[in-house]
């Protein structure tokens, strides 16, 4: 199970770089949905990071 947390978090940075290439693919055309899209982007980080920290306090509380 904790193989499983653990692949995915990294799901979260897969689907930061796809926004980010979205943003960067409409930037020139649709700047509002760009911006929309670079949300995302931070929010899909900050998600990794999350996740992972609570996962580490998980492991740590059940040793």
């Known amino acids: ?3 499983f947390f653990r692949y995915f978090e ?3 940075l897969m689907f930061a ?3 980010l290439f979205e943003a960067v693919r409409i930037w020139s055309t649709e700047r ?3 911006y929309l899209f670079i949300f ?3 929010v899909a980080i900050f998600m990794f990071f999350f996740k992972r920290r ?3 306090k998980y492991e740590d509380r059940n040793k």
């Open 40 to 42: 995302f982007v931070c």
């Open 1 to 3: 199970m904790n193989k």
């Open 10 to 12: 990294y799901a979260y």
């Open 32 to 34: 509002n949905r760009a």
């Open 54 to 56: 609570f996962r580490r």
């Open 17 to 19: 770089a796809f926004f």
